[in-house]
């Protein structure tokens, strides 16, 4: 993937491998062939958006059309990496779907106080939780109007 | 009058005669006046003597010290051998006591803590003594007293006697005793109704001295039971402490539960199904079995999981008090089950208008769990029905069920969900609402047994009790009591 301007991203933050490989996995099966860059802690994702650290002189601009964003991260959490992007003006507008596993009464307080756009809880049953990716997919590649840049 | 004086009238009269008639008629005039002045100078210092004796029963000091002040007063002003006070000891009948002060003449001897026993006093003498009797014997071989009187007198070598009751309210507490022992003496008026005052100062001091005891008392009591309150204060802010950690433990618990035990089982279930997807031909049927049976197990233990959490939710959250329309959930609820479920066709009759007040969340989560089961367990049947209702605990038909409430109030409201389906033995009816109790086998009715153990914490969580009666293949009925006054437990 060339990560042109042209294509839509998918930003998937999230620490464990076999979710990671079992959402990517959905992904392709119901043909969703975006380019999707994974981040395992929300250092990874901030950097990313923000070209720092790892992705120290990628080109900003170019912005994810969607942030699939797990809860539980190692050094910067998930809710922490949301205040982070709607507290800066280049990301504060992204989409941000909160894929998690739990559906605790605060995380989704905090998620929405936060701004998220979605909140999904990640289902055991894996033909669920593939039929919720290709949704989410459609939705929000196919769908919705992204923010104008 | 003295010779000087006397000379000096000598030299006014005409002669001896004259004088003589003078100084008879002077001295008869001057006697009286003389006895008056005396009788003054007694009254002045009586007066004085008392005043001392209230002035000292006015000061905070203890008994013992105005005991003996007022010995020593009495004595002096008196002129007697011994002043003592005697004391009875309590419930001796009046029989025993002994001298707790006195003031005595040191050529006799001291009746300090000389016991007495007199048993010839509490029998004749402590009923009049109570009622306010005085004794006064100018010699006491010389009064009629009887021997043992005598005999319990000359131990203390008392000659002449005044013996004036001391009360503490109605009751004869003890005697305040003037001795005379060197010989007879006669005992004045004045003396006796002074010694009366002096006994009647006393009984005040020995009043305030018993409410001081009490008072005492009652302060150190207050003292105690603040300190236990207080004790118990610190105890119960120490569980408060304890409790709000548990509760933090137990949140921090769900939520990693939430978090970090369905993801392995998200895996196991995806990894299971992409072999399925992806390896089809290399699997034969029981190859595929056994995934399927994995994908299976993966997903009841996933639903496990959501279980138990809302079971601990029911627990934890905090409660809401709102009037709860349970008629139009159990409608909106039945009404979702015939949406999952179109295949079905089961009658609900549903009582109108039965609202309740309580947590809304909490009742929704047990109005579910109580129809999803009467859905579940009426599957067999071909003609299904559900009731919903409400009804006064003395319409309940089974009144020996009534041990399970704490109100017995035959008023009280008794709420019901009952169905016509498989039912359950009677036998097995304490187990029913145990989390992970199965009355029935996994493949014929699904489910992990925490539906009627969240269903009974809702209900006690309202101060109410949930019981149910059923038969086997002749249905259940699930009663449940929720109290007006929502109470923690």
Redesign the interface.
């Known amino acids: 993937m060339s990560g042109g301007a042209g294509q839509k991203v998918i930003l998937l933050v999230e620490d464990?491998p076999?979710?990671e490989a079992?959402a990517i996995?959905a992904l392709k099966?119901h043909h969703i062939s975006n380019e999707i860059v994974v981040a395992h802690d929300g250092v990874e994702a901030l950097d990313y958006l923000f070209g720092t650290g790892l992705y120290e002189g990628r080109d900003v601009n170019i912005k994810p059309t969607v942030i699939l964003l797990d809860?539980?991260l190692p050094r910067i959490n998930g809710l922490e990496v949301l205040r982070r992007l709607r507290e800066d003006d280049r990301t504060k507008l992204l989409p941000v779907v909160v894929l998690?596993?739990?559906?605790?009464?605060?995380d989704l307080l905090n998620s929405y106080s936060l701004g998220c756009n979605s909140y999904i809880r990640?289902?055991?049953?894996?033909?669920q939780?593939?039929e919720a990716i290709r949704q989410l997919g459609m939705y929000w590649l196919l769908m919705n109007e992204p923010p104008p840049n | 009058m003295d010779a000087a004086f006397w000379d000096k009238i000598r030299t006014y009269c005409r002669d001896e005669a004259a004088f003589e008639n003078c100084q008879q008629m002077l001295l008869q005039e001057l006697h009286p006046l003389e006895e008056a002045a005396r009788n003054a100078d007694f009254q002045l210092e009586r007066h004085k003597a008392l005043l001392h004796v209230i002035t000292r029963l006015r000061e905070p000091i203890d008994l013992e010290e105005i005991f003996q002040a007022t010995a020593i007063e009495i004595r002096q002003l008196l002129a007697v051998d011994r002043v003592g006070m005697f004391r009875f000891h309590p419930d001796s009948g009046w029989d025993d006591g002994e001298f707790v002060s006195e003031d005595v003449d040191p050529e006799f001897s001291s009746a300090i803590a000389e016991p007495v026993h007199d048993h010839c006093f509490g029998d004749q003498f402590a009923v009049h003594y109570q009622a306010g009797r005085i004794q006064a014997v100018a010699d006491i071989y010389d009064a009629g007293l009887s021997d043992c009187h005598i005999q319990v007198l000359a131990q203390f070598q008392v000659r002449a006697n005044l013996v004036v009751p001391l009360l503490l309210g109605q009751n004869l507490w003890g005697l305040l005793c003037i001795h005379h022992c060197r010989g007879p003496r006669q005992w004045d008026p004045t003396e006796i109704e002074f010694v009366t005052q002096i006994a009647g100062h006393l009984g005040v001091a020995l009043y305030h001295a018993e409410l001081m005891v009490e008072l005492r008392r009652e302060i150190l009591d207050r003292q105690q039971a603040e300190q236990r309150a207080h004790n118990l204060n610190q105890e119960l802010r120490q569980a408060i402490v304890e409790l709000k950690a548990v509760n933090k433990e137990l949140e921090a618990f769900s939520y990693s539960v939430s978090h970090d035990l369905r993801a392995p089982l998200r895996s196991i279930d995806g990894f299971s199904q992409a072999l399925l997807e992806d390896c089809l031909e290399h699997l034969d049927s029981n190859g595929r079995d056994y995934l399927q049976r994995i994908r299976a197990a993966s997903q009841r233990m996933g639903q496990l999981i959501d279980d138990l959490l809302m079971l601990s939710r029911v627990t934890r959250s905090d409660l809401r008090r709102d009037a709860v329309d349970l008629s139009y959930l159990a409608n909106q609820l039945c009404w979702d089950l015939q949406q999952i479920d179109p295949s079905r066709s089961i009658n609900c009759v549903i009582q109108s208008n039965v609202v309740t007040q309580g947590d809304p969340l909490l009742l929704r989560v047990m109005m579910e769990n109580l129809l999803s089961n009467a859905w579940k367990f009426t599957s067999k049947q071909p003609q299904a029905l559900i009731e919903f209702g409400a009804m006064r605990l003395a319409e309940v038909n089974r009144p020996e069920l009534n041990w399970a409430i704490d109100s017995t109030s035959p008023e009280q409201l008794v709420y019901f969900v009952r169905d016509n389906g498989v039912g359950f033995d009677m036998v097995y009816v304490d187990k029913l609402f145990q989390p992970f109790q199965r009355l029935h086998r996994i493949n014929e009715f699904p489910g992990n047994g925490v539906g009627l153990a969240t269903v009974q914490r809702v209900v006690r969580r309202h101060g109410g009790r949930v019981w149910a009666e059923g038969h086997l293949n002749q249905g259940a009925t699930f009663y449940f009591t929720l109290m007006e006054g929502i109470e923690e437990s």
Not at chain 1, 100 to 106: K, L
Request: proline residues 4%.
């Open positions: 464990n076999d979710d079992l996995r099966r809860l539980k998690t596993t739990s559906s605790e009464e605060q990640k289902p055991v049953d894996f033909v939780f593939s």
